[in-house]
């Protein structure tokens, strides 16, 4: 089942990604080759490149693919380390929970606003945000539980 959940997030991601390219190069040839611009690219781009950010952050995270630098972690004792990635979890969970927080408050304020050309709601522009970090911050938290309740398991045997 998560392997057809996650085969399915990666079609959607690819999906959103080519209608992107399919709209910027349509965009292009129609302003510049037939002079009759697509005022609404735009608007859509934008759209569409938020939710490929804010889902692409959870996508890179839940396949370990988020850029980590580790030369300090490296360099720690394995107990230190394991101290730190912990201190580090919960930390990052807090940020991204804070940033959620944040942005669903944010899309509740300009819900009413919409767009000048599309008429679509400025909620979903912020709503992507809401959803990325929420999804990143339970599936690292969950990551957390699971090595503790590993590691403790295996102290313990």
């Known amino acids: 089942m998560k392997q057809v959940l996650n085969k399915l997030g990666n079609a959607l991601l690819g999906l959103i990604l080519g209608a992107l390219v399919c709209i910027t190069v349509g965009g292009v040839f129609m302003r510049y080759v037939m002079h009759m611009p697509w005022h609404w690219v735009e608007e859509m781009s934008g759209l569409l490149m938020v939710w490929i950010i804010f889902m692409g952050v959870f996508f890179a995270e839940r396949d370990h693919e988020n850029l980590t630098i580790s030369f300090l972690t490296d360099a720690m004792r394995p ?73 403790s398991s295996g102290d313990n045997v």
């Open 79 to 151: 107990r230190v380390r394991q101290i730190v990635y912990v201190l580090m979890g919960v930390l990052s969970v807090a940020v991204l929970l804070i940033a959620a927080w944040w942005s669903w408050n944010l899309a509740g304020t300009v819900q009413a606003r919409m767009t000048r050309i599309l008429g679509i709601s400025l909620f979903w522009i912020y709503v992507p945000v809401t959803i990325g970090f929420t999804a990143t911050a339970v599936l690292m938290f969950r990551r957390l539980f699971v090595r503790e309740s590993a590691s």
